[in-house]
């Protein structure tokens, strides 16, 4: 197996193939390699897996993830890797390389037919510029037993914050809503070339099989989480007279007293059932 984490190996292979970042697909390759073989162990692949990974590099972490489950299927936009790729996985006849863009894919159908039998995941090294789009498209994908991602250590952060800090957001909430996220590890600048300039951090989101709140109308639902973190400095009711215009100031603050909460909550104070309840007294009132 080529070791592609050692320098001495990786910089004659991308010269051969003149192979130079690219700064717009926020390519940082990974020259530490404890990090994809603990991404690898810590998201839980194992021989009953099939793993869905995004943006395989020159195959770090899709090395790491063939040695353990038993099929890989790895989505690369970047054509000029492909003569790299064929040595770095030729070894392994467990993976598949699509190369496309993950997100022009039916991603539910593509995990239909690639993994039949087996325990679908999701496993990624994401670029800092479009995380949040890849991992939204995971996570509403509904077809994945985990999704497992390295990505920047603040974006971590927020999506695992809890109701009233700081970090906490519309992206938290659209992610606790699918998933479970844990916080598994660091990963320092020094441990990529070239190095970023932030610190990265691996995420695990375990999805929900089940959802413990009743929300009959999941569109309204993030419409309504959308609109009160719109203004997070002021009270809810103006994020809901403003994202909900039919219901007016005075609307609005009917919804939030119906769904028993004070005058003057913020939105940024809410979890998800507190948010489920609001969406539902909306609801009830279009429904009049």
């Not at 995990?111 to 087996?118: A, I, K, S, T, Y």
């Not at 609005?252 to 004070?262: K, N």
């Amino acid at each position: 197996m080529v070791n592609v984490c050692d320098l001495q190996v990786m910089k004659p292979l991308l010269a051969e193939y003149g192979f130079h970042f690219s700064k717009a697909k926020g390519q940082n390759f990974l020259i530490a390699p404890w990090v994809p073989q603990s991404i690898a162990e810590q998201a839980g692949v194992d021989g009953t897996a099939g793993v869905l990974e995004i943006g395989p590099g020159i195959g770090p972490l899709t090395q790491q993830l063939a040695l353990r489950a038993e099929k890989v299927c790895a989505v690369e936009v970047d054509e000029r890797l492909k003569p790299i790729l064929d040595i770095t996985l030729g070894d392994f006849d467990n993976v598949e390389i699509l190369w496309d863009d993950v997100l022009k894919l039916d991603i539910p159908a593509l995990v239909e037919e690639r993994f039949p039998g087996l325990r679908p995941m999701a496993c990624a090294n994401l670029p800092y510029y479009i995380t949040s789009p890849i991992l939204t498209a995971l996570l509403e994908a509904e077809c994945f037993d985990s999704v497992t991602v390295m990505i920047q250590k603040e974006v971590a952060q927020r999506i695992a914050a809890a109701p009233g800090t700081p970090d906490y957001g519309a992206f938290s909430v659209l992610c606790q809503y699918y998933a479970e996220p844990e916080l598994l590890f660091e990963v320092p600048a020094h441990c990529f070339v070239p190095q970023p300039k932030v610190t990265s951090a691996v995420i695990q989101l375990r999805v929900r099989k089940e959802r413990p709140w009743d929300i009959p109308d999941p569109e309204l639902f993030f419409r309504v989480v959308r609109a009160s973190f719109a203004m997070r400095r002021k009270k809810l009711s103006n994020g809901l007279a403003s994202g909900f215009p039919e219901l007016g100031k005075t609307g609005a603050a009917e919804v939030i007293q119906a769904a028993g909460f004070d005058a003057n909550v913020r939105g940024e104070t809410l979890g998800i059932p507190e948010f489920a309840r609001i969406t539902n007294e909306i609801s009830k009132r279009r429904g009049l």
